[in-house]
């Protein structure tokens, strides 16, 4: 998207650059560079000036490669809990082979051993951003030409125990792309128009599904997946439990019976509940996540929602 060039300021301009946000009274900050990881030396050095200039006190948000990660974590990932680094994306897109040779992707998410790969390395990236305190925010792909339902499940259920935040999107066919040029010779596309494309509507099928299965595939995981700590939140505040569980409470039922209308509304009431809830962005809404989950109180008792 944007070349194969990129430019870095030195290390002592983004030191200033740190310093100047806390003193403005930035308490998280998200280094966006589209992938800090490319250059692993450089983000020790940077880890490094963040710690011997004293500005741990930051929660930092940082995008990585899980090929990366899992290659030079052992020594990284140490590096960067001390340095304050909290949340990390990681471009996960897909665990099947074949959607990373399809999404262009497999080499950034390879492990490998003499220059050869020897398997897919999210699993391993994950693992070591745990170990050392950190949350994961995990990018998939799903709905790509081939994709079954049992494809598209492997990759949710993955995200469901692995991932801490789920980033789940579709393929977009932009124009011009390679990717565009599949999904129209196989005619998958069934919106052209790129105005409404925002990488969460589907706007293509699969050979397998149609557009809206795989859209309410990935939203009904999704959803799921980012309200699974929700009873440890409502224990950890008495106050605004009883409204929330309320809001939430419908999502289940018309899942099951299959009332995606339903189902939608419920969850935008639930969600809004939510925000009202931790009246704070998503990062703070997982700290605060984490932390009731950590020392959960005693649930209050709550009359039954009304029907």
């Known amino acids: 998207m944007r070349g194969r060039n990129f430019h870095r300021f030195p290390i002592p301009r983004v030191i200033a650059d740190i310093a100047d946000a ?30 011997e200039a004293g500005l741990t006190d930051i929660d930092y948000m940082v995008q990585g490669m899980t090929s990366a990660i899992a290659a030079h974590g052992e020594e990284l990932a140490p590096l960067m809990r001390k340095a304050g ?39 391993m990236a994950v693992d070591l951003l745990h170990q ?42 932009y124009p011009g792309t390679p990717m565009t ?17 925002d990488g969460t509507t589907a706007v293509t099928r699969t050979a397998h599904l149609p557009a809206s299965e795989v859209e309410f595939l990935r939203w009904k995981a999704e959803r799921w997946m ?22 939430c409470s419908r999502i289940p039922s018309a899942a099951a019976r299959g009332d995606r209308f339903s189902a939608s509304r419920a969850a935008a009431r639930c969600s ?14 997982t700290g605060r996540i984490r932390s009731a989950a950590a020392s959960p109180l005693p649930r209050p008792r709550c009359r039954p929602p009304a029907r």
């Open 22 to 51: 806390r003193r403005r009274g930035a308490r998280v900050i998200f280094i966006v560079d589209d992938n800090i990881t490319l250059d692993v030396q450089r983000f020790r050095d940077l880890c490094g000036a963040i710690v």
């Open 85 to 123: 680094f909290r949340y990390v994306f990681l471009g996960i897109e897909n665990i099947l082979e074949n959607d990373l040779a399809f999404l262009k992707a497999g080499a950034k998410n390879a492990t490998r051993e003499a220059g050869r790969r020897t398997g897919n390395a999210s699993q």
């Open 132 to 173: 050392h305190g950190m949350f994961v925010i995990g990018g998939l792909i799903v709905g790509n030409p081939d994709d079954t339902p049992d494809a598209i499940a492997a990759n949710l259920q993955f995200a469901r125990k692995h991932v801490d935040w789920p980033y789940i999107q579709h393929p977009t066919p």
């Open 181 to 197: 040029r599949d999904f129209v010779e196989r005619d998958l596309i069934v919106n052209v128009r790129v105005e409404e494309y």
């Open 226 to 247: 980012k309200l699974r700590h929700l009873p440890a939140v409502l224990r950890h505040d008495p106050g605004s439990s009883c409204a929330t569980a309320a809001a």
């Open 272 to 285: 809004s509940a939510i925000a009202r809830f931790a009246n704070a962005s998503a990062i703070t809404w």
